[in-house]
């Protein structure tokens, strides 16, 4: 009896244990089979998370592009609407960036090439219907020909570049020194009368054998530029054959000029000029003279101890106040001079500083080696 009662107790274990073994089985099965579906929960989320990142990326560059989109035909039936004159509507505010403050005007990087070797001339700005566009002339310096390649361009509102058209320079290699730089830079100060804007329209010349050809270019069309029969006075009067240039206000009122050493102002009394007879016209009560000292004959930049040697020239719209640099071959900087004040100021101090252009009463616009630089007034 007792040992048949120990069977049906070892009988009794034994089928406990297989059924523990059993469920403990099952239960790892359950765990792997739980943990598996974890795992995939978890790659699908992933893979849902990236599309749905990705979907926005899209749907953001899509916004982008919408945006840009509407400003561009926003832009274009402006372009379409009878021009505002420059004169008569302000640019509140100019992004630029790499901002200096100090002393001088605060001033920064408006616009900077990429390409090695490239320099900038001669700016100017249109803000045809609020809408700000630079133009200017560009040229590679790496280019070793006699007659390098000058480049045309507009600058859009998107600082986008576009490449108007092209002609070439020529230099006399004999002259200053046999410096190649030098030879540019004075043969690139001669095109400061080109680039002529009046309402929605550019224009331009090419000197081909010794004739100025001209051409007009309606602003922001990025089309192909017309060649026209007639002539376009500019308010900067240069000659081929006599050192003066001279630089009428947009008043009509005073021209100012000279023969890169000095500069004199006298009253206009008639819209025909005579560059080689400006000692007839009334003289203006002004000795540029008197602000710089003076050194066997040569006005001295006191900063520099360097030789004076104005470049470009720039007025004011409505005032007796002018902008110029001091080219003085690697030793430059630009001035505000006012006339009617007999004051004169330095607003921006860096020596590659060339070629002011007045915007409006808050902005002056340079050129620096490769930059387009915007200076602000601290007034």
């Known amino acids: ?18 059924k523990l073994r059993n469920t403990e089985e099952e239960l790892e099965t359950q765990k792997k089979i739980i943990l598996e579906l974890k795992n995939n929960y978890r790659t699908e989320k992933q893979k849902n998370d990236s599309i749905t990142k990705a979907n926005q990326r899209v749907y953001d560059s899509l916004k982008l592009i919408e945006k840009k989109l509407i400003i561009k035909i926003d832009s274009i039936l402006r372009l379409q609407q009878k021009p505002i004159t420059s004169s008569t509507i302000t640019i509140d505010s ?13 001033r920064g990087v408006y616009y900077k090439s990429n390409n090695e070797g490239d320099r900038f001339y001669n700016v100017k700005v249109s803000t045809i219907n609020n809408q700000l566009r630079f133009f200017f ?41 046999g410096c190649e730089h030098l030879h540019l830079d004075d043969a ?9 804007i009046k309402e929605d329209t550019l224009y331009y010349y090419k000197t081909i054998e010794g004739d100025r050809n001209y051409y007009s270019y309606k602003i922001g069309s990025k089309g192909k530029s017309k060649r026209i029969k007639t002539k376009i006075k500019s308010n900067r009067i240069f000659c081929s054959d006599y050192p003066i240039r001279g630089f009428i206000n947009p008043l009509k009122t005073i021209i100012a000029s000279t023969a890169n050493y000095s500069m004199s102002f006298n009253y206009l009394v008639s819209e025909n000029v005579d560059i080689k007879n ?13 602000l710089f000292k003076t050194e066997e004959g040569i006005l001295i930049e006191p900063n520099t101890n360097k030789g004076i040697f104005i470049g470009g020239i720039d007025w004011h719209k409505t005032k007796n ?26 607003i921006v101090p860096e020596h ?6 007045f915007i409006n009463e808050r902005y002056i616009a340079y050129v620096e080696n490769n930059k387009i630089m915007i200076c602000e007034s601290p007034n």
Not at 148 to 169: A, G, H, Q, R
Not at 352 to 357: K, R, T, V
Request: proline fraction near 2%; charged fraction near 30%; charge should be negative.
């Open 278 to 290: 400006l000692d007839k016209l009334p003289k203006v009560d002004f000795e540029f003279d008197s």
């Open 1 to 18: 009896m007792r040992n048949i009662i120990l069977l049906i107790i070892i009988i009794l274990f034994t089928s406990c244990n297989s």
């Open 137 to 177: 002339l560009g040229v590679n310096k790496k280019q070793k020909d006699k007659e390098p390649i000058v480049n045309i361009y507009e600058l859009d509102e998107f600082k986008e570049i576009y490449l108007i058209d092209s002609f070439k320079v020529s230099y006399n290699a004999n002259y200053l020194g």
């Open 352 to 357: 590659e500083a060339i070629h002011p252009f």
């Open 321 to 346: 106040i002018l902008y110029f640099d001091n080219s003085g071959f690697d030793f430059r900087c630009i001035w505000e001079l006012d006339l009617d004040n007999k004051k004169i100021l330095k």
């Open 94 to 106: 100019i992004h630029y960036t790499d901002i200096i403050s100090d002393k001088y005007w605060k």
């Open 188 to 196: 690139l100060l001669k095109q400061l009368d080109n680039l002529i």
